[in-house]
């Protein structure tokens, strides 16, 4: 089985620009959540789709948001880019939904704001 | 207190050696724990889930469970340099529902 694959891989921005990141999940696995992953702060929880409903969110702002749809591919957009979103940007996929589920990690976007 | 603790190290073993990696959560609720490997630059990399109290073993990794005490740990026998790399602790939150990982633990065999 293919694994979680994440496009794309490396990304240069600026600030004030906006930008969006794709994940395909495993096949058969309907739950995509997004983890940002910083040096500072570790992985941080952004949010969790499951049958193309958030079902759950972390504390990041609105300028963080995503979407799911209907063959489980994700996407996560972030707008209004800012130095601090320099992070590596980690998608997971699960069978089921929730956080009692086995995540299976892709890859990860680098995402860098200059 | 954070929710999932880890010492980060670094935790330097010699080769052949047992290296024993711990982490403590603050959700009593807590029903799933978890164990990444993340070598640098890489993805986290599952390496085994536990949910009972006790021990589960699963080639030269044990993951051990003790709910009363909140704490979860990993043993990896017989290390290699190959394991050198940060070990990731995460648990899931039964309030939230969300996995909350440790800061890591970073893992240096040398030959």
């Known amino acids: 089985k293919a694994g979680v694959t994440q496009t794309p891989r490396y990304l240069i921005k600026t600030r004030g620009q906006q930008v969006t990141l794709s994940c395909s999940p495993i096949s058969g696995h309907r739950s995509v959540s997004w983890y940002q992953q910083t040096p500072g702060q570790g992985l941080q929880f952004l949010f969790e789709y499951f049958s193309e409903t958030q079902r759950n969110k972390g504390n990041f702002p609105g300028r963080f948001s995503g979407r799911q749809f209907s063959n489980s591919r994700s996407e996560m957009n972030v707008s209004t880019l800012e130095l601090g979103d320099s992070a590596l940007y980690l998608c997971a996929s699960s069978f089921g939904s929730g956080a009692t589920d086995t995540q299976y990690f892709g890859p990860g976007t680098r995402l860098t704001v200059l | 207190q954070k929710e999932v603790e880890q010492n980060s190290g670094p935790l330097s073993v010699p080769e052949g050696a047992i290296a024993s990696l711990n982490c403590t959560y603050s959700d009593r609720g807590s029903q799933s724990f978890f164990w990444y490997r993340q070598y640098s630059g890489k993805s986290p990399e599952l390496i085994m889930f536990?949910?009972?109290?006790g021990d589960k073993e699963d080639g030269r990794f044990t993951a051990q469970l003790n709910k009363a005490s909140q704490y979860v740990s990993l043993l990896i026998r017989d290390s290699q340099p190959s394991d050198s790399a940060t070990y990731l602790c995460?648990?899931?939150?039964?309030?939230?529902?969300?996995?909350?990982f440790g800061t890591g633990t970073r893992l240096q065999v040398f030959p």
């Open positions: 995460a648990v899931n939150s039964y309030n939230t529902d969300k996995l909350i």
């Open positions: 536990i949910y009972s109290n």
